[in-house]
C-alpha cells in the first residue's frame, strides 16, 4: 500500500506545495487564505473582490509589489469577460483599492494601497454604478481621475 502512494504522489504532476504532516506523507497545507473582517465586509462584488484577490497575490499584498499582466490575461485567470474584468478594475482603482500607473505602449502597472486610503463603503455603490454606466457621473470623475481602456 505505501509503494502504492509513492507511485501516485510521484505520477502526480500537478505541482503544488505540500508540507509535512505528522505522518512525515507529505500534504497540502489545510488553509491557504485569510481573509479579513474588514474586506470581507467592504461591500465588493463577487468580480471586485475576485479581481482584487488576485491582484493581491501577485503584488505579495504590499503597496511596493507591483502588477502589470494584460487585462485579458487577468480575466481569463480569474474567470471572468475582459468586460466584467475592466468595470471591476475600474471600481477597484475610484474606490482606492489599487493605485493605477499609465506605461505607454506597455501594460499598465497596478498596487494594492493601505485600507486608510480607502473611500468609505457607503460610496461604493455610487462608484459601481458610474463604472458599470455607459455615461460616467462627472462628479466621480473630477474627483478620482482614471480611465481604462478595452483591449
Sequence with gaps: MLS?????ENSNTLS?????????INEPPASVAYIHGFLDEYGLDPY???LY?????RTGGKP?????????????????SVRKAQQALKVLIKANLLKQTKRGGRTDEY???????????EELAKIRIDATSSKPDK?????????ITCE
Design 48 to 50: 471586485e473582490f475576485r
Design 4 to 8: 502504492e502512494e509513492k507511485n501516485f
Design 64 to 80: 511596493k509589489g507591483v502588477f502589470f499582466a494584460s487585462l485579458k490575461k487577468t480575466a481569463e485567470i480569474c474567470d471572468m
Design 139 to 147: 462628479t466621480i470623475d473630477t474627483v478620482i481621475k482614471t480611465d
Design 111 to 121: 498596487r494594492v494601497t493601505l485600507t486608510s486610503e480607502w473611500i468609505s463603503k
Design 16 to 24: 503544488v506545495e505540500k508540507s509535512k504532516s505528522s505522518t512525515g
Design 53 to 57: 484577490a488576485h491582484m493581491v497575490r
